[in-house]
């Protein structure tokens, strides 16, 4: 169980989530192929090849070389895609296509870790155009994804700027570490893949949460928990969240305040009978 209250006289923590098959139940960058498509930056051709993509992640995960070979394909694919064009459609979209996909549990554990005074930070190997939105819909205090390089008209040149995989997520965690001050032995990091293990080995509390084959293996082998994601609910259908910390704290001033003005109009009510 989560401590529900954080010692804020220590250092300050985090919880690091993966985000495909962990916070939500699909690849977030693939999910968005049909809205790519209707708004005429994929042909029909790329649009059933991405379908099909979807289905093998589903089906078994993308293990390194799956992983490179889909990273190469969705490269080009984005070729010459203007990026205001890609974040309209995202925005568009995205309460159709990614709310109903959250799992209700990855958004239990988000607010849990809220309430016991931790960041929470989505690390996602999928493009910032992407995650960015997803990360603000789940209340995420920050975002870690990949970065395309866009040339001087706007399009993306296909090239890739930062790639969030594997190692690079564990070297980004731990830069947040030491720009944010958090202390990674009392950090959480929830992920499904394999690659995801130096991220997982570079905190005191990781999670395996609907791991594949290789990851389940070493999270029985390293005693770590095994978690099983399978309730994808839309946010508005879930029950009224507990606040945030801050906002307990305001709705205390609030009380106080409106106590306050009750008992200054009683009493100037009786002053005015007497």
Not at 23 to 43: D, E, H, R
Not at 90 to 108: F, G, K, N, R
Not at 116 to 144: F, K, N, Q, Y
Request: net charge negative; proline share 4%.
């Amino acid at each position: 169980m989560l401590r529900l209250v954080e010692n804020h006289s220590l250092p300050r923590t985090a919880a690091f989530f993966d985000l495909d098959k962990t916070v939500i139940a699909k690849s977030s960058t693939l999910t968005f192929s049909k809205s790519f498509y209707q708004g005429g930056l994929i042909n029909r051709r790329a649009a059933l090849r991405t379908a099909y993509a979807q289905f093998v992640f589903l089906a078994g995960g993308a293990d390194h070389d799956q992983m490179e070979r889909m990273r190469k394909y969705l490269s080009a694919m984005c070729r010459g895609w203007n990026v205001q064009q890609v974040k309209e459609i995202v925005a568009e979209t995205l309460h159709d296509l990614i709310d109903p996909i959250i799992y209700d549990e990855a958004a239990s554990l988000i607010e849990e870790h809220h309430t016991a005074g931790r960041d929470v930070v989505i690390v996602s190997t999928s493009g910032a155009e992407v995650v960015e939105p997803i990360g603000e819909l789940l209340g995420a205090d920050r975002v870690v994804a990949t970065r395309m390089v866009v040339g001087e008209d706007g399009c993306f040149t296909g090239e890739v700027e930062y790639y969030a995989y594997g190692p690079t997520k564990a070297e980004a965690v731990r830069e947040l570490a030491e720009s944010e001050g958090y202390d990674l032995s009392r950090c959480y990091a929830y992920s499904d893949s394999a690659t995801d293990l130096p991220m997982l080995e570079s905190v005191g509390h990781p999670y395996a949460v609907n791991p594949d084959r290789t990851l389940r293996r070493e999270a029985l082998a390293r005693s770590w928990p095994i978690l099983d994601f399978h309730r994808p609910v839309r946010l508005k259908q879930r029950l009224s969240t507990p606040p945030r910390p801050a906002l307990v704290a305001a709705a205390a001033i609030g009380a106080a305040a409106a106590t306050a003005g009750l008992v200054w109009y009683a009493s100037r009510r009786r002053a005015t009978v007497v």
